[in-house]
């Protein structure tokens, strides 16, 4: 038997949460499959199997938490099985802990899916099949009589009748759920009619956890103050237009508009260094690099990955970069490394329709960009009024470091960049 434990994520994690199991107990694996995906207060990492085996049995469930080195499933090497199916009954058996014979029944790699998931021993189940082997039928129909049983019961005398019920079924009283859910209260007995006022506890994935102590810590230790203006998208707009076909031929990948704000702040970053630099102690550290967080929904909430010296990427880099780093949130494979360090971070809320917002700044960051949504609005160009697609920006800065002239300043030089982007090329 070899335990799967939970390896070592990074210097500062200790503890992590089962995010998904990929593989069920009594499966077989092969070498280097992935077995289950684990969450960190970063990002996601999955385990594999250490060589060709069975996955005999999971410790520690889907949400629950595991510190590092702590013991997650067993594991026994196994060849594969011949013709490629399941595990042999025997072999099965034997992993799940079932002796091939004696008083405990035989157990099918189906049925023991089902005993773990409902929490069963194979020895409290009726076994009907060849050779008294336990079919996975046995354990449904197990579950199903007892979960009709209670509801009957519920249904015709209350709490009262739950209580002889459990008396009498103790081992699957857990397991099973009445075929009528009824409400419950707080005690998690029967409410005769009562509204339906259910609750669902779950909890709170390591990400979100660290997003939620990072939001309250900047709060708490910075001095924080968003400033707003307004861009006119459409140079960037037209300029998108022309050559976009053009650079997705070449690059194989789309010209978007982030990649025109990350340049535009990496030239405003240039010239108002504090917005680029973090307090540490009593001192201020300013950076001669630009690394860039963009704030991406994943499946597990909002993260940050960090684009490395933007300074020196291309438009094709940026670009291509973002969407790697898209794809991999939304499969939850981003590694620690991907979000760590940062010297400033865009967020675009405009994708989920978001017209003004008010940013809050990733710590030990001082500064976050915020976009909004593109609306077609009137504005007064040149003595006229003209409609065109107008965008809100949002600086929220740390106003310790940062004076508000200077952080004015800094949304004007992103505004004036956008509003003729042939800046950007040259360096005006």
């Not at 309250?216 to 707003?228: E, G, K, N, P, R």
């Not at 960051?365 to 965008?391: C, D, F, K, T, Y």
Request: hydrophobic share 45%; proline share 6%; net charge neutral.
């Amino acid at each position: 038997m070899i335990d799967i434990v939970v390896p070592s994520v990074g210097e500062s994690i200790s503890e992590v949460q089962v995010s998904k199991w990929l593989k069920s107990e009594g499966e077989w694996v092969a070498s280097g499959t992935d077995i289950a995906e684990l969450e960190t207060e970063k990002a996601s990492v999955q385990v594999s199997a250490p060589e060709d085996g069975i996955l005999v049995k999971i410790a520690k469930k889907s949400e629950e938490f595991a510190m590092v080195g702590e013991v997650i499933a067993t594991f026994q090497p196994a060849a594969k099985p011949a013709g490629g199916g399941g595990a042999p009954v025997a072999t099965a058996s034997a992993a799940a802990g079932v002796p091939a014979s004696g008083d405990a029944p035989r157990v099918m790699p189906a049925a023991q899916r089902v005993l773990s998931e409902n929490q069963l021993n194979a020895s409290q189940v009726p076994a009907s099949g060849p050779g008294g082997r336990l079919l996975k039928e046995d354990v449904t129909k197990f579950v199903s009589q007892a979960a009709n049983a209670i509801g009957t019961a519920a249904s015709a005398v209350g709490s009262a009748a739950i209580e002889a019920a459990k008396a009498i079924v103790p081992e699957v009283v857990a397991a099973a759920k009445p075929s009528s859910p009824a409400p419950t209260t707080s005690t998690g007995l029967v409410q005769q009619g009562s509204p339906n006022r259910s609750e669902e506890v779950k909890p709170m994935s390591m990400i979100r956890r660290t997003i939620a102590s990072r939001l309250v810590q900047a709060q708490h230790s910075a001095a924080l103050l968003t400033t707003f203006n307004e861009v006119d998208m459409q140079p960037v707009m037209t300029l998108r237009n022309k050559y976009r076909d053009a650079f997705q031929e070449r690059h194989g990948v789309k010209l978007g508009f982030m990649s025109f704000y990350a340049k535009a702040a990496c030239e405003a970053l240039r010239r108002f260094p504090s917005v680029n630099a973090e307090i540490r102690g009593n001192n201020i550290v300013y950076r001669n690099y630009f690394d860039i967080g963009i704030a991406i929904g994943g499946g597990k909430g909002l993260v940050v990955p960090v684009l490395r010296n933007v300074e020196r990427m291309s438009f094709a880099e940026i670009e291509r970069t973002i969407g790697d780093f898209a794809a991999k949130a939304t499969a939850n494979k981003l590694m620690p490394e991907d979000l760590e360090g940062g010297t400033f971070t865009i967020s675009n809320g405009g994708i989920y329709g978001s017209l003004l917002s008010t940013p809050i700044v990733n710590p030990p960051q001082s500064g976050i960009l915020g976009l909004h949504s593109i609306q077609e609005r009137p504005i007064a160009l040149n003595g006229q009024v003209v409609i065109r697609p107008m965008m809100y920006l949002a600086l929220t800065y740390d106003h310790r470091i940062i004076d508000g002239r200077e952080a004015v300043t800094f949304l004007k030089t992103i505004k004036e960049v956008i509003e003729d982007p042939s800046r950007l090329f040259l360096e005006v």
